[in-house]
């Protein structure tokens, strides 16, 4: 993995992965103490930044792999946006989700065309079933992370960033963090083009297993896999090819509470117009509640998606009011 | 009122005034029938496009009468505007604004440093307040959209929309409008750079005095300036100034119902995480339930502000859930 696959995803993204826009609000650098700057992957197609990694996999197969179709495992972000590249390439996509997968992310997947297989997390094994499918109808898998073709892909956000920070900028750059693609794809593209830009990766208070990882020096599981409102982020433990390059350019790993990632899902509403799910919203909500664990003048967020139900933002809305 | 004034206006307003992302969802286009893009103003710095227009005319003020102060009558965004621009000058400003306007709109004025002075719709006389302010402090009176400079600064969003479309685009662009401000600017800004794209006005029914006035071939009053949920775009009837450019250059205008507005909310919610304000929405309504009144393959629109209560925002996504 170096930031020339980066750079190639780069290339075939161009004219279709949108270049998200970075937020601020007087009112969030006054919580914060500092500049806060928000990267909206929120607003980037499908959805969250997971369209980024989907079509620099799809797109990156050889033409006849591609026709016999895709194949991925998902709670719903890196669903819509393996469906959607693959969409965007005729290709067909079969996507395994969990049965109790918020309702927009199955509606959303099944918009986009996917052929959505539901299976029940407490009795069903999803490794076997998605074995069984890309053996029996010959579909490509694509993993939702540890997969260098994603890494590369998630790693085109870093790019854009560092773009806007400048070669010279100093800043910690917060990710919302699950198995550590997009944190360790934004990692490696700042080490080549902002070296000054550190990543910290965020997750759910209790489902730290990154933050453990990085602090034990070796990978460490988390004890359940549920009970947070953050599931675009609940991951059993970081990957393989993530864990290295996470431990090798990152800063020591952040963890918030639902309370609080609703809490920023509310102030993302009131102050930046944004729609942000729990799992997108945690970044934001480690810049704001968690100052004195971040150096410098300018903080970096990306909020990075907002594939939320209704109901659960009318919750974030009502509990945490200006 | 000419192309001139809205190029300058985006010189002063390089580094300052966010160039905002055009947005899609194949959701929306099919709805529509046809390709929907969505310029998003409610990403703007205060959440509506008021601020081009507000920094235009306080950059263009000479300093020592800048820095006496400024003074702007509005119900919310065009207070915003003004505020958030006189404050990055480092000038103060008095903003008149009626006691029922949103909250989240008088308290994001005072977050910004406005000096707000609220009087009572029924009773009291804004002009007059108004002009004893301007008169007894010395401080520049900023019309919401009947004033050159204002003009020119909302224009800038149709050069940027000229720039994605191409000069060889061909579309209807669908502007939420209230005195025509922006209307107008955008018209200006699209003859001279991309002709083939015509404004259409989009009002709330029952106070479309733009559609009612450009109809009738003269200025129509509406005949109230109460009762609707679209508080950004009440306006009592089109600007001296704007009037002549829309007519000059516009198409028939168009009206939605409060109720449309909403389920444009909770659609632009969903499929573009974007949180709008009844006022912003209405020309997303309009793309998306008026699909006879349009022409082309492909619709425009802007979503000009996002300045809702979670009280309000959360009634539209509960009455029109997916």
Same mark, same amino acid.
């Given at each position: ?7 190639? =995803?780069?290339?075939?993204? =161009? ?7 970075? +937020? ?14 928000? *990267? ?9 930044? *997971? ?7 799809v797109s990156a197969l050889d033409p006849k792999t591609r026709r016999r179709g895709v194949l991925a495992c998902s709670s719903g972000n890196h669903a819509q946006g393996v469906a959607m590249a693959a969409r965007m390439h005729d290709a067909p996509a079969v996507i395994v989700m969990p049965a109790d997968a918020p309702r927009? *992310? ?26 069984? +499918? ?27 960033? =560092? ?24 990692? +490696? ?5 902002a070296p000054g830009l550190r990543v910290r990766t965020v997750e759910p208070a209790g489902f730290d297993d990154v933050a453990r990882s990085l602090s034990a020096g070796r990978i460490v599981r988390n004890g359940r896999l549920s009970g947070s409102r953050c599931d675009a982020i609940l991951t059993p433990q970081p990957g ?32 930046? *117009? +944004? ?34 139900? =209704? ?12």
């Amino acid at each position: 993995m170096n930031i020339d696959a980066i750079r190639a =995803a780069a290339d075939r993204a =161009a004219g279709v992965v949108r270049r998200t826009p970075m +937020l601020s609000s007087p009112r969030l650098d006054a919580i914060a103490g500092r500049r806060v700057l928000v *990267k909206a992957e929120s607003l980037q197609q499908t959805g969250s930044f *997971k369209f980024r990694g989907g079509w620099a996999a799809v797109s990156a197969l050889d033409p006849k792999t591609r026709r016999r179709g895709v194949l991925a495992c998902s709670s719903g972000n890196h669903a819509q946006g393996v469906a959607m590249a693959a969409r965007m390439h005729d290709a067909p996509a079969v996507i395994v989700m969990p049965a109790d997968a918020p309702r927009s *992310k199955i509606d959303g997947t099944r918009a986009l065309g996917g052929e959505v297989v539901l299976y029940d997390r407490a009795t069903e094994d999803r490794d076997a079933i998605a074995a069984d +499918l890309a053996h029996r109808r010959d579909l490509t898998l694509i993993l939702p992370f540890d997969d260098p073709q994603v890494i590369a892909g998630q790693g085109t956000v870093g790019l854009e960033i =560092a773009e806007e920070a400048g070669r010279d900028g100093r800043a910690d750059v917060l990710v919302c963090c699950g198995g550590g693609g997009l944190a360790s794809g934004v990692a +490696l593209a700042l080490e080549a083009e902002a070296p000054g830009l550190r990543v910290r990766t965020v997750e759910p208070a209790g489902f730290d297993d990154v933050a453990r990882s990085l602090s034990a020096g070796r990978i460490v599981r988390n004890g359940r896999l549920s009970g947070s409102r953050c599931d675009a982020i609940l991951t059993p433990q970081p990957g393989a090819l993530t864990f290295p390059i996470l431990q090798r350019l990152c800063g020591p790993g952040m963890a918030v509470t639902d309370d609080e990632a609703m809490q920023a899902m509310a102030l993302a509403f009131a102050h930046l *117009k +944004l729609v942000l799910e729990p799992g997108g919203a945690v970044a934001l909500a480690a810049a704001l509640f968690r100052p004195q664990s971040v150096t410098g003048d300018t903080v970096i967020c990306v909020a990075t998606g907002g594939n939320v139900d =209704a109901c659960a933002f009318t919750v974030a809305l009502i509990t945490h009011a200006d």
